[in-house]
């Protein structure tokens, strides 16, 4: 079975500032989707980056990156020049890609950011 | 606009009682999915559909039941609430052969 693991319940960072969110995950899948979900004080949940394990180029948005180590089986995200904004709970996911069937999410447990003005 | 409705968006609930919580999308998705959500323990699948008239189980899904009469609709239903579905939970749906899930608003559910 698969698991996704988050061992940082929290993290805080500086505004402006860089902050690096942890995440690990166990498959024997070789082809599958890796997702990194934002959940702000309002509750909704926010897809914020998406890599897949084909690509070996790190995906980035804007201010969110990602190192994805493949081997390692980790998948880490990178915030630059944090927001106030940011502050939210963030949860890593994953994902096996059937190639039309359904893609259930494996969620991790989440670590929950404070930036600090 | 397009998007997932849940509804509603809270209730306080007695033990035993039946509560059928409810979710709509209006992007044709043919995936949906029910999760819950407790503090330290992320979100967990209860159930999903591939597509209307079917439904499958996901990791935790004593207790809670669903249907897919049509591709829109996807309501879950707890048939005598216990003091442990105390939880919020997340409709979610997907197009086919896509990894993006689309996630509604959540409904807080409290029971008592």
């Not at chain 1, 319940?9 to 989707?33: F, G, I, N, R």
């Not at chain 2, 919580?21 to 999760?35: F, I, V």
Request: proline share 4%; net charge positive; charged share 15%.
């Amino acid at each position: 079975a698969q698991t996704v693991t988050q061992s940082q319940p929290e993290m805080s960072v500086q505004e402006a500032e860089t902050v690096t969110l942890s995440c690990t995950y166990d498959t024997s899948e070789s082809d599958y989707y890796l997702f990194w979900y934002k959940q702000p004080p309002s509750r909704q949940m926010i897809l914020v980056i998406r890599q897949e394990a084909y690509k070996q180029q790190n995906a980035t948005e804007n201010r969110f990156s990602v190192n994805f180590q493949k081997a390692a089986k980790s998948f880490s995200l990178k915030i630059s020049d944090s927001q106030l904004g940011d502050a939210a709970m963030y949860f890593c996911a994953y994902s096996r890609r059937y190639g039309g069937a359904t893609n259930k999410l494996i969620f991790g447990t989440g670590t929950l950011l404070a930036v600090q003005p | 606009i397009a998007g997932i409705t849940q509804a509603p968006t809270s209730q306080i609930l007695a033990a035993g009682r039946r509560m059928t919580l409810r979710c709509t999308q209006d992007m044709r998705h043919n995936a949906m999915y029910w999760y819950r959500q407790d503090l330290g323990l992320g979100l967990r699948l209860i159930h999903y559909s591939n597509t209307a008239g079917t439904t499958g189980k996901g990791e935790v899904p004593d207790g809670y039941s669903v249907s897919r009469a049509n591709t829109d609709d996807f309501p879950l239903t707890l048939a005598s609430a216990v003091p442990s579905q105390t939880s919020v939970y997340f409709c979610a749906s997907g197009a086919s052969g896509f990894s993006e899930q689309f996630f509604g608003p959540g409904t807080r559910l409290t029971v008592l």
